[in-house]
């Protein structure tokens, strides 16, 4: 079965700093890979998506992602981190047995410290 | 429009009692889907649909059954809940039979079980 892990359950980064989030997925075939932003005490939005072509995809608020398959990673990144960024990060993977199924990463956290 | 909606927010149950939770969308999505979403563990597939009168199992399906009647709604009924479904769960839609499969998701509910 395909599974998604994050490496990292809480980051902390300053204000204006990298901000990276890392995924690993598993996958015998060549994966459609998402992240998903959750807000406080909201349902979770896309911030972007790779399906093929272009490996690195660039997302909404400044986020980008680079598909690495001789990793098999996917982490995301932002160059400069605002405050208005702190949520809940997931990764998340099309299931090669049925693209219907989305498999969720356990997710990250991250904080922002002004 | 109003997306995906999920009645209710909130809800406490006691052990041993049965409920529902009501999943609507008005995006003439095929495919709709409930996750539950625990720390530490990310989002969790239930159970699944990809048409009107088709269901399948997710991750997670004990415990938990879902019927598909309509296009619009996707209910999620524990027969006998327990304190090990204690959990925010969320409802989600999206177009089927694309490996591009962008999610929308519900606000989410909130279920206690004493």
């Not at chain 1, 990144?77 to 099309?94: G, I, R």
Request: net charge neutral.
């Amino acid at each position: 079965a395909q599974s998604v892990t994050q490496l990292g359950s809480h980051v902390s980064v300053s204000e204006g700093a990298l901000v990276l989030l890392r995924c690993n997925y598993s996958s015998s075939v060549p994966p459609y890979l998402f992240w998903y932003v959750q807000y406080p005490n909201q349902g979770l939005q896309l911030l972007l998506k790779y399906t093929t072509g272009a490996t690195l995809v660039k997302g909404i608020n400044g986020f980008e992602a680079e598909f690495k398959k001789s990793e098999t990673s996917f982490h995301l990144t932002k160059p400069s981190a605002h405050m208005s960024d702190a949520a809940e990060y997931f990764c998340a993977v099309s299931d090669e047995t049925s693209y219907d199924k989305v498999i969720f990463g356990p997710g990250t956290s991250l904080s922002v410290i002004p | 429009n109003a997306g995906v909606t999920q009645t209710p927010k909130f809800q406490v149950l006691k052990t041993g009692q049965s409920m529902t939770l009501q999943c609507a969308q008005d995006m003439n999505h095929e495919y709709m889907s409930w996750y539950r979403q625990d720390p530490g563990m990310g989002l969790r597939l239930i159970h699944y649909s990809v048409g009107a009168g088709i269901t399948d199992q997710g991750e997670v399906p004990n415990g938990y059954n879902v019927s598909r009647s309509t296009t619009e709604d996707f209910p999620l009924r524990l027969l006998s809940a327990a304190p090990s479904q204690t959990s925010v769960y969320f409802c989600a839609s999206s177009y089927s039979g694309s490996p591009v499969n962008v999610l929308t998701f519900g606000a989410g509910s909130r279920l206690t079980v004493l």
